[in-house]
């Protein structure tokens, strides 16, 4: 069973910055693609964006493409989200998850993951 574990929200102002690790301490990411999601109160889970199992491949939805970054570090087992230029907008739980599953052309729908963090709040006010 891969455990995934989230860190790095906060507060931040807007125009700041974030940076959220996922994590599968004591398993390997190599097999998986990661895909973020979030989620704001009131709001339906929506999918930030992904990164294929070798880091090779990145897709993101229109709202954050240019100001969020997906990269992984499959030695460390951790991926990153990279989250620049935020926004109110942007306050949410973040969440991370791992699937097999084809992250480039396309990006997996939340169905997809098999495993999934306990998420992290990011909240961008002033």
């Known amino acids: 069973q891969l455990q995934l574990v989230e860190s790095g929200g906060g507060l931040v102002q807007p125009g700041g910055s974030l940076r959220l690790s996922c994590a599968a301490p004591g398993s390997t990411l190599d097999y998986y693609a990661i895909g973020w999601f979030r989620q704001a109160p009131g709001k339906e889970r929506e999918g930030v964006g992904c990164?294929?199992?070798?880091?090779?491949?990145?897709n993101y939805v229109d709202s954050v493409n240019g100001r969020f970054t997906i990269s992984r570090d499959n030695a460390k087992n951790t991926v990153y989200l990279q989250m620049n230029s935020l926004k109110p907008e942007d306050t949410a739980v973040y969440y991370c998850a791992a699937g097999i599953v084809i992250c480039g052309w396309y990006r997996p729908a939340s169905s997809e993951y098999d495993y999934w963090g306990q998420g992290t709040q990011v909240t961008v006010s002033s």
């Open positions: 990164i294929s199992s070798n880091g090779g491949s990145t």
